[in-house]
């Protein structure tokens, strides 16, 4: 079986995420790394090779040069091969545009599965997983917080906001999964170790047959109009407990607002 | 004025709370059009009317139930390709999200989620970065999809004609490529729904697994009950109560944080919300920072203090 997994190289979450000049996301001067959400969709990945011999792991990412590293994390955890889709043209791509070109980089690879994260930790649209599925026109099941599969049937189960549902489908399909599935192993150091040995192909644009002019900022679907920090919020008052005055006092604070 | 399609989100027939705010964003962007997969029942059909539904397209879902969200897609597609409407608007859960992408690449049209706001153009803002920036934006391609958050509008009545018509769409088999297998509804808890709620209290690690004194403080306000991924994690509350950047964003008047400690990911849930008020006993909790009012001090004994003192108050 093949397996490809979808990894997005994101600006690290703790550090000062911030918009450049032309308001896309500052993706060079912060530092970045593998989407915590994605190493969810690589573990789950590397359970399923576990469980069925033969099964080669690939990670794939669209981003900058720096976007190498997230593949790297992911061979270091066990994946077997790495493709690095990088091109200048890419830059600024909303969803539409990276959905595009991560479908033209699978259509080049052998798949059974392509296991994406739940969301990116940046973007936090979640709708790529969606857009794959469509633009493969291959079943889509998502969201996926224990992932099982016998042969080529998939079954998850999807904590729904209304219900909880167990889904399946058929390989092969996309398949997303969220951090409720299970903690994501860390690299060991054999793991390190071999990483440095796998393969990492890079493609660009034209590899894909992906116009320059389809993707990017310019061709992008959406413009953004103006990004403003959201003014910090001011300290309110702190009371200490006491022998029960701090209920009294938060319970008179309510009512000042007016929300007893 | 064109058309607005409007996406209804209903459980089992009924309206959401959203499908009103939806429909009030609708009207300032042209007629709304109103567009239901189900069997619309008479209370349905009033709900849209009241908000302002011009049509109500009715779309039969037997052949649609029990299938994820791609023939949904398919139904859009169709009613995009016969009114060339303004614009789509549908509710940013993770289905409707889902939804929306599928929707954006078939009509090849721009896509904006999570908005909090939608005005003429349309223009749409949304929060990101954990709520740190505000984002305002436009689709500058195709139709507009958007996807609306909970809370974006204050639904505001004003009689449309909801004209009733019945849609044949046709469902093509690689949409029933992914079924539902099984599904088990969510148990009412009698509390307000967590992203529409007014006032949220929420409970960490702090309370150590016991609940019963969030649960007794939000009951006391009218309140949705809500909890830190740690929680979650421990398995002391399911994950559809989780907020946060993996559970559910909300953005309510008042927000209660008793036992969390505020970090990142969970502020990314929270930090919009209009007040915020917090209980842990360590003074320097990070979440400290954001509060219009906090109070150091242990959450077992300054709840069931404050719900009793809530109570009186009441009368
Ligand atoms: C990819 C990713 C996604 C995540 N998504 C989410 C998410 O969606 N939501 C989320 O919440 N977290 C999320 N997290 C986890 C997050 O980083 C924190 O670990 C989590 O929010 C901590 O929960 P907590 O505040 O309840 O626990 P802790 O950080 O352990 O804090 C407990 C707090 O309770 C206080 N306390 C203890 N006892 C008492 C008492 N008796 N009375 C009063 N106060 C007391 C302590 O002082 C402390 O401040 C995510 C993490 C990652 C990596
Ligand atoms: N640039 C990218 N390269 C590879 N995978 C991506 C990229 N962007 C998004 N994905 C995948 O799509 C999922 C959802 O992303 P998003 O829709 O951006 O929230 C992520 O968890 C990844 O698995």
């Known amino acids: 079986m093949n397996i490809v997994v979808c990894v997005k190289y994101v600006p690290d979450a703790t550090a000062d995420r911030h918009f450049e000049d032309d308001n896309t996301v500052d993706r060079v001067g912060v530092d970045g790394l593998l989407s915590e959400l ?21 990670v794939l990412t669209v981003g900058p040069e720096q976007a190498v590293d997230a593949i790297r994390k992911g061979l270091q955890m066990g994946a077997d091969k790495g493709v690095h ?18 479908a033209e980089a699978i259509k080049k690879l052998d798949y059974d599965l392509v296991v994406c994260g739940m969301s990116s930790t940046d973007g936090a649209m979640g709708v790529v997983p969606a857009m794959l599925a469509e633009r493969l026109d291959l079943p889509q099941v998502t969201l996926g917080s224990v992932i099982e599969m016998q042969g080529k049937e998939v079954r998850i189960k999807r904590d729904g906001d209304t219900a909880t549902e167990i889904i399946g489908g058929t390989a092969p399909l996309v398949l997303s999964v969220t951090d409720q599935s299970g903690e994501a192993r860390y690299p060991s150091f054999k793991g390190i170790m071999a990483a440095k040995k796998k393969p990492v192909e ?49 319970a008179e604070f309510l009512a000042s607002k007016k929300f007893i | 004025m064109s058309e607005i399609l409007v996406l209804v989100d209903h459980v089992d027939g009924a309206v959401r ?56 897609a398919e139904v859009l597609q169709q009613l995009v390709e016969r009114t060339s409407p303004g614009a789509v608007l549908i509710s940013s859960n993770a289905e409707g999200k889902e939804i929306a992408g599928r929707l954006a690449v078939k009509i090849d049209s721009g896509l904006i989620t999570d908005a909090v706001d939608v005005q003429e153009g349309p223009v749409t803002t949304q929060s990101v970065f954990a709520g740190n920036y505000t984002v305002t934006a436009k689709v500058t391609k195709g139709t507009p999809v958007i996807t609306v958050k909970p809370n974006a509008a204050t639904p505001e009545q004003s ?18 490529a992914a079924k539902i297998v099984a ?36 009951d006391s306000l009218g309140a949705a009950v809500g909890a830190s991924r740690a929680v979650v994690d421990s398995g002391w509350y399911p994950h559809s109560f989780q907020i946060g950047q993996t559970g559910k964003v909300v953005s309510p008047q008042l927000y209660v944080a008793a036992g969390i400690s505020g970090a990142i990911q969970h502020r990314a849930g929270m930090q919009t919300s209009k007040t915020i008020v917090a209980i842990n006993k360590d003074e320097e909790a990070p979440l400290f920072e954001l509060v219009d ?5 242990d959450l077992h004994q300054v709840l069931p203090a404050a719900t009793e003192e809530v109570n009186k108050r009441k009368g």
């Open chain 2, 17 to 72: 709370k959203t499908t009103n705010e939806l429909l009030t964003i609708a009207r300032r962007l042209g007629e709304p059009s109103a567009v239901f997969i189900g069997d619309l029942s008479d209370d349905a059909a009033s709900t849209l009317k009241t908000y302002g539904a011009e049509k109500i397209y009715v779309v039969d879902d037997a052949e649609i139930k029990g299938y994820l969200v791609a023939p949904k």
């Open chain 1, 202 to 250: 890079t493609w660009s644009l034209s590899d894909l047959g992906v116009d320059a002019s389809q993707v990017g900022l310019s061709a992008a679907w959406t413009q953004v109009e103006d990004t403003a920090a959201r003014p910090p919020r001011t300290q309110g008052e702190i009371v200490t407990d006491e022998d029960g005055s701090g209920a009294k006092a938060l």
């Open chain 2, 183 to 218: 599904s088990e509804p969510r148990k009412a808890t009698g509390r307000p729904e967590l992203t529409e709620a007014a006032i949220v209290v929420a409970g960490g690690r702090g309370t150590g697994g016991n609940f019963e004194p969030i649960e007794q403080f939000a």
């Open chain 1, 38 to 58: 994605d190493e969810y969709a690589v573990e789950q990945a590397l359970q399923l090779k576990e469980k069925n011999e033969g099964t080669e792991v690939t």
């Open chain 1, 85 to 102: 889709v990088v091109d200048d043209a890419v830059a600024g791509s909303d969803a539409l545009g990276t959905s595009l070109v991560l």
């Open chain 2, 159 to 176: 009689e449309g004609a909801a004209a009733q018509e019945k849609v044949d769409v046709t469902i093509s088999d690689a949409a029933k």
């Open chain 2, 293 to 297: 009012f906090g109070v150091v001090g």
